[in-house]
């Protein structure tokens, strides 16, 4: 071999090795996909959900010959709701099962913390399921988002209610980590642009159980309508005891309240709750004959009622979906990003927004809309507020 045919075999082995280095995750037939999910704590309920949602995206997309002939493998790990659980989860991903992307990573200190393992590695985090702006903000080639920020959803969300109600008085219950804060933050921005602020802030740490202090502060306070930064059961927990109480002003919500876990939870109560949203409620006998379809579809398949979490699941491993296919059957990290960032996605059955991704836009979209549960179930009341 003479010296020139030797160097050039040198460099064409380089090239391989810098694409196989640049493709980890990605096999001859099958792409290895990651996520981590709150499957024990917390927010379990919506960590199941999820997953559930992107199995069925998965098997339908396997079933209909893979993405340009590999079959999707998806790989879960519990975080537990917890940011160090979160680091070792990612590790076990980033490392050990060499996954291609991190997709639909559940909760905000935990994606946060996770980052860094996934970046050091040249993994992406995709379609996290979290509405922290630091999930696309600053910008960073690896980070793509789809849920509107917290801090959006209230800001644009308040001033409407607010007049709606022609409330006074405002006030917060804020879970004391960085999703809180982005929610009070919000808050005090929509105020501020009206020449107003709160009347009363309260916190409390993530996982209490008993929230009747924080009620009483903001009942003897007059509040009139109370911005929730609250999950789950802190959502059904405070209205439950401000009911209880005989304390009723207008309750406002984010994304992250907007799931049938509260009114099935915390029943009759919970009725006249708002919250901002996407997509739409999944019910069994939805007026919308393709959202019962696919309702019922995921029912006959888990044999349980989907979730607006079981939609986000669905989502994010559709729009991988679509951008891989784009980006052709040599599938690195660089041909998937030229993929997303010309993707435009229209509005889907469940009622999303439409949502498109660029070189420099990393959120697809930033508008949210009004929902409200009325006799027990979910009912959107506005169209998506415009800034």
């Not at 879960?76 to 050990?96: H, T």
């Amino acid at each position: 071999m003479t010296l020139h045919h030797l160097a050039a075999s040198i460099m064409a082995s380089l090239a391989m090795a810098g694409a196989c280095a640049q493709t980890q995750g990605v096999a001859r037939d099958s792409i290895t996909l990651g996520s981590i999910q709150d499957l024990s704590g917390p927010v379990a309920g919506f960590g199941k959900q999820a997953r559930l949602g992107m199995l069925l995206r998965v098997d339908e997309a396997n079933e209909q010959g893979g993405v340009n002939g590999r079959k999707l493998d998806l790989k879960v790990e519990d975080s537990g709701y917890d940011p160090k659980r979160a680091v070792l989860a990612a590790q076990k991903l980033v490392n050990q099962d060499k996954i291609f992307i991190m997709i639909g990573h559940i909760g905000t200190a935990q994606n946060l913390a996770a980052m860094p393992v996934q970046f050091s590695k040249n993994v992406i985090n995709f379609l996290p399921l979290t509405g922290a702006r630091e999930v696309y903000e600053p910008w960073h080639r690896l980070k793509y988002a789809f849920i509107v920020s917290y801090y959006d959803q209230i800001r644009l969300a308040a001033p409407r209610l607010i007049k709606e109600k022609n409330a006074g008085k405002i006030c917060t219950i804020y879970q004391d980590d960085e999703f809180g804060l982005e929610v009070m933050r919000g808050g005090e921005a929509a105020l501020k642009a009206m020449g107003l602020e709160f009347t009363e802030k309260t916190t409390y740490k993530r996982g209490a159980t008993d929230f009747s202090s924080q009620v009483a502060k903001m009942k003897s306070a007059g509040c009139d309508l109370v911005i929730l930064g609250t999950v789950i059961r802190e959502t059904i927990g405070t209205i439950g005891e401000a009911r209880k109480t005989g304390f009723s002003p207008a309750f406002l919500g984010t994304s992250a309240a907007y799931t049938d876990l509260i009114h099935k939870l915390g029943g009759k109560p919970m009725d006249g709750l708002y919250a901002t949203m996407t997509v739409q409620h999944p019910y069994l006998d939805e007026a919308s004959q393709p959202l019962r379809f696919w309702a019922n579809k995921y029912k006959t398949r888990f044999n349980e009622d989907p979730s607006v979490f079981s939609v986000y699941g669905y989502s994010v491993v559709d729009v991988f979906v679509r951008a891989a296919r784009k980006a052709g059957p040599r599938l690195t990290s660089d041909s998937f990003i030229a993929a997303m960032d010309t993707m435009l996605i229209a509005p889907d059955i469940f009622g999303s927004a439409e949502a498109s991704y660029g070189p420099q836009k990393r959120l697809g979209s930033s508008l949210a809309r009004l929902s409200q549960i009325v006799d027990g179930k979910w009912k959107v009341v506005s169209d998506y507020i415009q800034p």
